[in-house]
């Protein structure tokens, strides 16, 4: 499986609820935090959510 790194670009003020979780679930808490996970498909959807928020790479 791909490795991906996620980085929050975009603050979580104005998200929805939804959004926000989506994002604490990714283990993002605050602006500029990076994480990287496995890519699967639980993971696409989270990201389909809040991918104006954050900037996704490939590693």
Known sequence: MKKLRITQVISKNGATK??????QS???????QTVELEMNPVLQGMLDKVLHLVKVEEI
Do not use: P, S, Y
């Open 18 to 23: 939804r959004q926000v979780a989506n994002l």
């Open 26 to 32: 990714l283990g993002i808490r605050k602006i500029h």
